[in-house]
């Protein structure tokens, strides 16, 4: 439930940006600039000088990836859409939601998240090759009111943003409009095969203003469809035509694998998807999760490498591409490691299962029977906030995929059960295929992460509080 604060905030937020908008549009590039000097001169030292000098150099500089990224936003997507997306970001997740989020973990002394990602049904209309929501078949589901509660209880413990996934979470989108109508103030995102975007779906996403889509793609034609299905490509690229003629702004999700890695990372691929209108790619490391996984889709020590250099790249600001690019493996530098067992997200399953993240399908607690504090401070749970990080390379950050010891101890030690829908799975079943790959990548990220400069996130782990100190 949006407070009246919020709404007063979301007010003025709204005359600012329409005025800040309408002035932009004139002249983008001279009005970003002098907007910029009037936020140095409002904000004052609050940020560094250079900051300002690299956002104004960057604006003035045609050929920067990140002016080309801003103009082709202004220019082509919908403005109304836009501000309400920024308002649920800006205001809801950025302002009241850090806040919140942050007390709230002093307050309660675990891990509380800033985005959720559950789902809302286990049900797929396709059957992608190495993906365990192709075995769950149709049966499990959170109701509407299992979905309201994840929400209404993660936004009093300060998150606002929810990320769908399934099974194929647009079966249940009359339900997810829903939501997003309840909750103006959070902003949520559909992790989709597309099959079932139209126009009338885009029409609603244009004026919920809170929801976008990450489509899942992976390459050209052959490289997609050999893991996803004749005629997949052809659908998905149909759907994001039609997104971009509606002005909205979404995304693609890749996961990438020992196989399609040259076609997910090509400059044909990605400068379609700039044509074409994405504005952010989600990159996933095929993880091999269930009894149908297929090892050998992970891919190999020397294409991590690739992978993590080639990211380097593709962002940089002269050389790079005017999309806004996220691998959840290889960007752990940037976040201090492993985000999961709720320390920045969580995951619950289509039979409301709390599991610390989307590829480890184990379990202490059920939204059905524990609040969702509950099972942030059960002991699956408090066992990442105690362990993390799981490396202090943050090359190596999964306890599953880089640090299968850690899966096995943790799950021996809370007791966890498995949540496979299908065929339960051990954490030693788990390990045992991963372990062959964490051995041979060790030597080759502790070169990377010798060689190469790393941000500093500044992250507080509970290591290093006073209360783990005495302890040891």
């Not at 299992?146 to 099974?167: A, C, D, N, P, W």
């Not at 030597?443 to 790393?454: C, F, M």
Request: proline share 5%.
């Amino acid at each position: 439930m949006i407070t009246g604060k919020e709404r007063f905030q979301r007010f003025l937020g709204g005359i600012v940006f329409d005025r800040a908008y309408k002035y932009i549009k004139k002249d983008p590039s001279g009005n970003i600039v002098k907007l910029i000097d009037f936020g140095q001169k409002l904000m004052g030292s609050n940020f560094p000088v250079k900051n300002y000098d690299a956002f104004r150099n960057a604006v003035r500089d045609p050929e920067n990836v990140w002016n080309k990224f801003a103009l082709s936003v202004i220019r082509e997507c919908d403005g109304d859409y836009l501000k309400k997306m920024l308002l649920a970001l800006g205001i809801g997740a950025g302002i009241n939601g850090t806040k919140t989020v942050r007390a709230n973990r002093e307050k309660y002394k675990c891990n509380i998240p800033f985005l959720i990602l559950f789902d809302p049904t286990s049900a797929c209309n396709m059957k992608c090759k190495g993906c365990w929501s192709a075995e769950y078949g149709h049966k499990s589901n959170l109701s509407l009111d299992e979905m309201r509660s994840i929400v209404s209880q993660g936004t009093k413990l300060g998150t606002h943003v929810y990320m769908l996934t399934g099974g194929e979470p647009l079966i249940r989108k009359d339900d997810i409009f829903t939501l997003c109508e309840e909750n103006p103030n959070c902003m949520f995102l559909c992790y989709t095969n597309a099959t079932l975007i139209d126009d009338a779906f885009c029409l609603k996403m244009k004026e919920l203003g809170n929801l976008t889509v990450a489509v899942s793609i992976e390459g050209n034609e052959q490289s997609n469809d050999e893991r996803r299905g004749s005629g997949a490509y052809s659908k998905s690229m149909a759907a994001i035509d039609l997104l971009r003629s509606h002005g909205l702004i979404f995304g693609i999700s890749v996961c990438y694998t020992s196989e399609n890695i040259p076609y997910v990372t090509s400059d044909e691929f990605m400068d379609l998807m700039v044509d074409k209108g994405v504005r952010f790619a989600f990159y996933f490391n095929y993880m091999p999760v269930g009894k149908s996984a297929v090892p050998s889709l992970i891919p190999k020590p020397d294409q991590r490498a690739f992978m993590y250099l080639w990211l380097k790249k593709v962002r940089n600001s002269k050389t790079g591409k005017p999309l806004f690019f996220m691998d959840f493996q290889d960007d752990a530098e940037y976040v201090g490691g492993c985000i999961a067992g709720g320390r920045n997200y969580f995951h619950i399953n289509s039979e409301g299962d709390m599991e610390p993240c989307v590829f480890i399908h184990f379990a202490d607690s059920n939204i059905r029977k524990n609040t969702l504090l509950e099972g942030l401070k059960n002991p699956l749970f408090m066992a990442y906030y105690h362990n993390q990080p799981f490396n202090d390379n943050h090359l190596r950050p999964c306890p599953m995929l880089e640090n299968p010891e850690y899966i096995k101890k943790i799950i021996a030690d809370t007791k966890a059960a498995s949540t496979d829908l299908v065929e339960k799975e051990s954490a030693e079943e788990l390990a045992a295929k991963t372990e062959k790959f964490a051995e041979e990548w060790a030597p080759v990220a502790d070169k990377l992460w010798k060689e190469n400069r790393h941000p500093n996130p500044k992250t507080q782990y509970y290591r290093d509080t006073p209360e783990a100190k005495s302890h040891k």
